[in-house]
């Protein structure tokens, strides 16, 4: 009984995974199909850190959150555009966003993003980031909103939920986080923290370019996910 009790159990995963999928990638189509020159959506997609500011380093190959942040940023932004979606980028380039006048160079960087999103009025922010932690164990990607946005939480749902599905360590919920991004402005913010530059496996995973393009996929298909359904 037991064995058919998880028999059954993993068919139906199996089958809502599929379903899920199929529905993913036939919306994925829909919206190419139909996608006119204006895009319905706007998204900015937030590197984060750059310039002097290099975030968490990889102990591994010395690579910097900076740089890969920027990847995902420009390969995300590359994958929603072929969707369909208007993307602006806080940053393009390895440069920082802060004046080189300011005495606060953080202060001037956020507010830089601050601005860049509030010139935009996107209908969401999806901010990228890379994780570090003592312990070299911890790893996963986890998705955070900020606390009390609930369309904040709807799109870190979905997100979480794809790349839970498709992603291996990805964690299974998504997490309230007090991060300057996301509480900036109304508009719907999510920020990634993709994997753990401190785990010596997933800093040489998050540096591979078919597991970045696999990465953003997910990422894009809990995008669509939260505008399509
Ligand atoms: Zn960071």
Known sequence: MKFLTIKRRTLCVILVSVILICSVVGVCYVVRATSSPKALYTIVIDAGHGGKDGGAVGKETGVTESYLNLQYSLALKNLCEQYGFKVVLTRSDMNGLYSPFASN??????EKRRQIIEGTNPDIVVSIHMNSYQSSQTRGAQVFYADGSESGQ???DKVQLV???NVEYAKKTAKTGDYYILNCTENPSILIECGFLSNPEEEALLQDKEYMQNFCYNVL???LLYFLF
């Open 105 to 110: 160079k953080k202060r001037s960087e956020m």
């Open 163 to 165: 790349l839970n599905k």
């Open 221 to 223: 298909c809990g995008i």
């Open 154 to 156: 709807v799109l870190a």
